[in-house]
């Protein structure tokens, strides 16, 4: 019985412990990545508004049998639309939505603009979300990376 009971209390101790821990954490995590195009920014947003592009150039969307399981359930949901700026969220279920966003930054003098991707991830108090979210720089970066260079690749190849 005091195994049991001391058990018991250890594991409670270490939840709280982690938990803690985790609480460290941010609960607001934007990753983002840029590319420079040479293209016209609304040649740029018709890739990204219509989602039935994004087979063409979002890793997350392209034919395989892994992702096409991502994909099941998906909602997408234009948030905001200007004229240098689109932000879409995604979720599955109504639960864990992430938002993306693509914004164009002009240069003064040059007819080359850059494209920046970010997604913000907004975590619970889970600790298993809190120490995830440090592994997403590995994950989302490099499919974010591959995805703005493939949006390059196609435009200019127009």
Do not use: C
Not at 19 to 30: D, M
Not at 71 to 86: C, H, K, P, R, W
Not at 120 to 136: A, K, M, T
């Amino acid at each position: 019985m005091r195994l049991l009971r001391f058990i018991i209390i250890s594991i409670l101790l270490l939840f709280t412990l982690i938990t803690l821990f985790g609480l460290l954490i941010p609960s607001t995590v934007r990753i983002s990545k840029a590319i420079d195009i040479d293209a016209e920014t609304n040649e740029i947003f018709s890739l990204i508004r219509d989602t039935a592009q994004w087979k063409h150039w979002h890793p997350a969307f392209q034919k395989t049998e892994t992702h096409s399981a991502l994909q099941e359930g998906l909602i997408i949901n234009e948030v905001v639309a200007t004229d240098s700026l689109v932000q879409m969220e995604l979720s599955k279920q109504e639960k864990n939505k992430l938002l993306n966003g693509w914004q164009i930054h002009t240069h003064p003098n040059s007819e080359v603009k850059t494209l920046q991707w970010y997604m913000d991830f907004h975590l619970r108090w889970y600790p298993w979300e809190r120490f995830g979210s440090l592994f997403y720089e590995n994950t989302y970066g490099i499919m974010m990376e591959q995805g703005l260079q493939n949006i390059n690749n196609l435009l200019s190849s127009k």
